[in-house]
């Protein structure tokens, strides 16, 4: 994980972009609201297959195997494994920053 992207996942937390939370972050995906979703390398295989399914099917980008330590940390909750980022501009730069 390049310390741009986490800077800039930082950025997007500050910007109030970010949804946490595998329900939130599903809610989001249905209703269209989420442009990029980013889950963490330690999710559980059930979670990750839920997300993977919603994504695949609502065709939303999905960045899997993101350390979690880095992005707890990013956004001041080590305890989320699952994110969505609400701004395009924002999903743009953070695939970018990767």
Known sequence: ??????NFLGLANRAGVLITGT???LTGVRR???K???IDASASEGT??????????YNVQLLQGVP???IGLT???ASRKVI???DGNFAKGLKDKL
Do not use: A, H, P, Y
């Open 48 to 57: 990750l297959k839920k997300v993977r399914d919603k994504c695949q099917f």
């Open 68 to 70: 979690s330590t880095n």
């Open 32 to 34: 269209q609201k989420v």
């Open 36 to 38: 990029l979703v980013i």
């Open 75 to 77: 956004i001041g909750n």
């Open 84 to 86: 969505g980022v609400t």
């Open 23 to 25: 329900d939130l972050v």
């Open 1 to 6: 994980m390049s310390k741009e992207f986490l």
